[in-house]
């Protein structure tokens, strides 16, 4: 049973069709690649998933379930979280309160006003696990804002695995990533536990054939091409439209 | 070796506990009641301008939403309290303010609707215009309200039956601080909390804080009836303890004057409306004693010279000198582990 | 009913003649200045010191007004404003509301704070009945005047050339630059006309609205109002928002006494709730 589905997904912008009747399934526990040239629309996709943008017309389905109505908070609530392409943090927060903070909403917490953070041992627990499993205790009392690029990036990971989500759409992780930190970048990626199916928008072809089971590819909102990487890769008309790019099998 | 989950739990625990800095600063205001026994009516003043800004400080400095218009609670209030008094509807004063500040709590629930759409703009003007449009009202029912001559014949009855109000402001005094320090107490324990600690998410991401399973709008709705609630406790304080309310409790001078408050005292650390009401009452002291009449041309002036010299520079300069008092107090209370370090050497 | 109507539409022109600066300032630089009424009084004090005191006449002292609040706002916008065009909408509520306490108190100081008459001639006093309606001359020079500032105005933005540059610095200032249109100038003589148009308002006004030191603070929310209804990216939208406004306020003060401020304020709430960027604005707000 797919985890996600979109059926004739649409969105206009005036005259402009950034979305394209688009229909999709994201099967559970895949590694799911969504690639595409500059400007295909597949950020729009992301926004149109998660509730930033409502759709013009067209269904999402997540787990069976109907959520085309539902604000963003409320499709976290039902499993889905996101990265972003640019980072989107709480520069003020440190890591710890960052991450303190989704774990507390997650359990229910988030709206206690009377009791202190972090009272109940379970939530400095996970805190504690997920500071330590994406690398960041050594900066977990630091200012966000002062923190080098690529700990930003694990931290923006990291944020949205803390809502323990079962769909993680992740919004081209590497970029920016400078090249010494994209290493530990693409190996947090890779230990994504295996019970969290995962949508990855990406430009890095190492990155996308080295994760993906299963690629689609977006062109001008609408979906191109679909399947298993190496018929992707092996496809005439996906190099064409990447304007003779080589993509490596 | 500490495990990251002892070091996480260590923290989180230290974070709320109340530094010694703290307990000293309210120990010195609760002593201020036998300090400075002549000044009881400025100090009462100063109580209730901080409880005031308290408010605004909840909702500016925690949650990131701009209001010219917490005079609108202060007011309501006020009028509330004034007259529940004078028709005898409800005459237990701790009662009554409890009264007020819920009904002030309403009118921000009311129209925290109001404040969720738009861009800061819309919210200076939304909440400007609300607080206009109370004034306006209390004007047109001056029948009512006493119009400009201002509420009269409010009589507050003993607290509790047992402390009479009286003329050299004593009990007034210790009424409003024990007042204030409740709700600081409240709003301490709110910003410490897990929705406090949310609030400041939204103000710095609110689409992140969305996407992270925040409800943004339910949690500013909550934060700003409750903002609107302890302005309302303000504004009845006010009014309980000096027997009168007119309609300057809904002018933009006062919604004015609370942003200077603020910024002369900083704001998302919860000291400072308290810090900035005790600094802003002594100059208006200063001040109005050089020249009387024209108090709100150097109000005026004071703001244009903050914004002109940069309201960050301002901010930063009061975020160092409060450091530096920090800095001070933790040397202090240091000195002692040092002198035993030493004397165990010998 | 008609001579309210009238009344309302005469009064709604005014409000545009002094709300629009306010609404340009704020579509072009983005800028909330909370002291637009500060201008507007003293446009109205100025005609007052020129026609009550030194006798010039009513004709002369309008146009007179309106240059020299212009100027004032040149210099301001230059020396003070000029500065603040950067900040966070906070400061500049706070540096605007801080020029508004200051002029306010100046102006008790200098003129006392009782309500100031402005002398108008013989001719405007009185009303024509034209099919049984009473129409004020004074309101009839009002809206004639208002009227013709619109029309003008409309064709300086679309048809000269200061226009075009308007408009192109409104949209994007940084583009405009790097075209060779001098932004600084725009503003400044934007603000200064905007201000000039506001002073003007102030001393047609003076008879109708009242004239003392309160009321740039009187009439803050006023301006507030045709600025949120009307948006700010066109002249037609604050235009129609105004006279909207001044029928709907001088309607209700006259069928429904004891509400009829409060009209006024229960639409901007309204339209606030339904349409944050204004009932007339075109495209994104900013």
Request: with cysteine; aromatic share 10%; hydrophobic share 50%.
């Amino acid at each position: 049973m797919p985890i996600l589905e979109t059926i004739g997904l649409e969105k206009r912008f005036g005259g402009i069709i950034a979305t394209n009747g688009v229909s999709m399934s994201v099967e559970k526990g895949a590694r799911h690649a969504l690639i595409g040239p500059n400007g295909a629309g597949k950020t729009t996709l992301i926004n149109l998933l998660t509730g930033v943008l409502r759709p013009t017309a067209g269904t999402i389905i997540l787990e069976g379930r109907d959520i085309t109505a539902l604000p963003p908070h409320q499709r976290v609530r039902r499993g889905m979280a996101r990265t972003f392409q640019i980072n989107q943090l709480f520069v003020d927060l440190t890591p710890l309160e960052t991450i303190g903070l989704a774990v507390s909403e997650r359990l229910g917490l988030g709206s206690d006003w009377w009791r202190l953070v972090g009272t109940k041992d379970e939530v400095t627990r996970e805190i504690a696990e997920t500071i330590e499993r994406f690398r960041l205790t050594d900066v977990m009392h630091t200012r966000t804002a002062t923190l080098p690029y690529g700990k930003q990036r694990l931290l923006e990971i990291a944020l949205a695995l803390a809502c323990r989500p079962q769909l993680l759409l992740l919004d081209e992780p590497a970029a920016g990533v400078p090249e010494a930190e994209r290493q530990e970048l693409l190996a947090t990626i890779t230990a994504l536990p295996a019970d969290v199916t995962v949508l990855l928008i990406e430009h890095d072809m190492d990155l996308v054939f080295s994760f993906a089971d299963r690629i689609s590819v977006l062109v001008n909102g609408g979906l191109f091409v679909e399947g298993k990487p190496e018929e992707v890769a092996r496809d005439a008309r996906v190099k064409a439209v990447y304007l003779g790019e080589e993509l490596d099998a | 070796m500490p495990s990251a989950a002892d070091d996480v739990s260590a923290f989180l625990a230290r974070r709320g506990r109340w530094s010694p800095l703290e307990i000293a600063f309210w120990v010195f205001v609760f002593a201020t009641i036998w300090l400075f026994p002549g000044k009881y009516l400025i100090m009462k003043d100063t109580a209730v301008l901080a409880l005031f800004a308290l408010s605004l400080d909840l909702i500016l400095g925690y949650a990131g939403i701009i209001s010219l218009g917490q005079a609108a609670f202060f007011g309501l209030a006020g009028y509330f309290a004034g007259l529940i008094a004078k028709y005898g509807i409800i005459n237990e004063p701790v009662f009554a303010l409890i009264c007020s500040g819920l009904v002030a709590a309403g009118l921000g629930f009311i129209t925290s609707f109001l404040v969720l759409r738009g861009s800061d703009l819309t919210r200076i003007m939304v909440t400007l215009g609300v607080s206009l449009i109370l004034g306006e009202i209390a004007n047109r029912y001056s029948n009512v309200t006493g119009g400009a001559d201002g509420l009269q014949g409010v009589d507050i009855a003993p607290i509790f039956g047992l402390f009479r109000f009286d003329l050299y402001g004593h009990t007034g005094y210790v009424y409003s601080l024990i007042v204030l320090f409740l709700c600081f107490l409240l709003a301490r324990r709110v910003v410490y909390s897990p929705f406090g600690l949310s609030l400041r998410s939204i103000k710095g991401n609110p689409l992140r804080a969305g996407a992270i399973g925040i409800p943004v709008n339910r949690r500013l709705i909550a934060i700003y009836t409750l903002s609107g609630g302890l302005a309302g406790v303000a504004g009845g304080l006010l009014t309980q303890t000096t027997a009168f309310c007119s309609l300057d409790v809904f002018s933009l001078d006062r919604s004015a004057d609370l942003l200077l408050v603020l910024i002369i005292g900083g704001t998302g650390y919860l000291y400072g409306g308290l810090i900035g009401a005790v600094i802003y009452k002594f100059l208006q002291d200063w001040i109005a004693s050089l020249t009387p009449q024209y108090w709100q041309f150097w109000i005026g002036f004071v703001l244009v010279v903050i914004v002109l010299v940069g309201r960050e520079r301002v901010e930063g300069w009061t975020a160092a000198a409060r450091a530096w008092i920090v800095s001070l107090g933790a040397r202090r209370f240091a000195r002692p582990a040092r002198l035993r370090a030493s004397s165990e050497r010998r | 009913m008609l001579t309210i109507l009238f009344d309302g539409v005469a009064y709604g022109m005014l409000l545009f003649v002094l709300a629009c600066g306010l609404s340009v300032t704020l579509g072009l630089m983005n800028f909330i200045n909370l002291a637009h009424g500060a201008f507007a009084m003293a446009g109205g004090y100025c005609t007052v010191v020129l026609v009550n005191w030194a006798h010039l006449p009513f004709a002369l002292g309008l146009p007179l007004a309106f240059v020299v609040i212009a100027v004032l706002g040149a210099l301001l916008e230059r020396t003070l404003y000029a500065h603040v065009y950067r900040r966070s909408h906070l400061d500049q509520v706070l540096f605007t509301i801080g020029l508004v306490f200051m002029s306010v108190a100046a102006v008790d100081y200098t003129m006392g704070s009782s309500q100031q008459f402005v002398l108008i001639p013989q001719a405007l006093q009185g009303q024509f009945i034209v099919f049984g309606i009473g129409m004020s001359k004074y309101r009839l020079l009002i809206i004639l005047i208002c009227g013709l500032l619109t029309i003008g105005l409309q064709l300086i933005i679309s048809k000269t050339r200061f226009g075009s540059r308007l408009r192109a610095a409104v949209d994007d200032g940084r583009v405009a630059r790097g075209l060779g249109i001098n932004v600084g100038a725009v503003f400044t003589l934007t603000f200064a006309f905007g201000s000039g148009l506001a002073g003007l308002g102030g001393a047609l006004g003076a008879e109708i609205l009242g004239l003392d030191p309160t009321f740039p603070l009187k009439y803050m929310i006023y301006f507030l109002i045709v600025v949120t209804v009307g948006g700010t990216s066109s002249i037609t939208g604050p235009l129609l928002a105004s006279i909207l406004l001044g029928i709907a306020d001088v309607a209700g003060k006259y069928y429904v006494p004891k509400l009829g401020a409060f009209v006024i304020y229960t639409i901007m709430i309204v339209v606030l709730i339904w349409r944050p960027q204004g009932l007339f604005a075109r495209g994104a707000a900013r």
